[in-house]
């Protein structure tokens, strides 16, 4: 089905939304934007991207009519330390969404892949600006099925429930809950989102994974996480090692 931008538009006034039917990236139209001065909040939507960017100079996925595909850019005025803990906040308000609009309860895995099953059903890449960020939201929504390298990983909504669901209501929740949590992160500070976080995600802590990272694979149990946000992992040999990026799976 089409995207039905002036619904959203008309339910979310004063906020600047731009639409694109197709596009390479909605990533570089909104870091576009930001660099020209626009508002906190201005948000970039396609139904289509054919250059989608996931995490690690990964591809997203992002077939037409079928995804909500978004960048957000946010001008929250936290200090540089608070940059991590707004990709948690992030993750937050997108599975707050997605709970909302179905029966099933999401998982997060740290720093901020969205889970339904044990599948992945929501990205989210944070590019960082002079004083700023752009969020890039990837939901998968109404995905009937995806490509055999991405189908033991990823999921989407209707796959999980068996019916579809409207992307304009998806996007009119996940557009104030992502202004709800930069404000939590603003005034309540990052204590408040990583506790919350430590609460929605089974990754933080006891969970046994392997760590992708640049150096190879690591293999340990989670410890919870540090002040800033990044994920305590104590290693086999009774080391322990901060993950401050890096691709977590189980074990
Ligand atoms: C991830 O690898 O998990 C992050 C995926 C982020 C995808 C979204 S879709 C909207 C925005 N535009 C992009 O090109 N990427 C992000």
Redesign the pocket.
């Known amino acids: 089905m089409p995207f039905d931008i002036d619904c959203v538009r008309n339910r979310l006034p004063g906020r600047q939304i731009y639409y694109y039917e197709s596009i ?5 139209e ?1 870091a576009r934007l930001a660099a020209q001065g626009c508002t906190s909040g201005t948000s ?1 939507i ?1 139904n289509e ?1 054919t ?6 100079g ?1 591809h ?1 996925y ?1 077939e037409r009519d079928s ?5 957000i850019v946010l001008r929250p005025g936290l200090p540089a330390e608070s940059f991590p803990a707004l990709t948690l906040a992030l993750g937050l308000a997108t599975a707050e969404t997605i709970s909302r609009a179905m029966d099933l309860r999401c998982d997060l895995r740290w720093p ?2 969205v889970l339904l099953r044990d599948k ?1 059903v ?4 944070v590019q960082l600006l002079e004083n700023g960020a752009v969020a ?4 998968n929504v109404n995905h009937g099925h995806f490509p055999s390298e991405l189908e033991s990983e990823a999921t989407s909504l209707r796959i999980e429930s068996g019916r579809a669901y409207s992307r304009e209501d998806l996007l009119t929740c996940l557009l104030p809950a992502v202004d709800s949590f930069s404000k939590m992160l603003a005034e309540a500070g990052k204590q408040a989102v990583l506790d919350m976080f430590s609460r929605h995600c089974s990754y933080a802590q006891g969970r046994r994974v392997r760590v992708r990272q640049s150096g190879g694979e690591i293999e340990g149990t989670t410890a919870g996480l540090d002040a800033s946000g990044f994920l305590i992992l104590k290693k086999d040999d009774g080391g322990q090692s901060l993950i401050v990026t890096g691709g977590v799976r189980p074990a």
């Open positions: 390479g990236s909605t990533m570089q909104a970039v396609a991207q250059a989608g960017q996931g995490r690690h990964h997203w992002s995804g909500l595909y978004v960048s901020n892949d992945k929501a990205g989210i890449l890039g939201i990837g939901i």
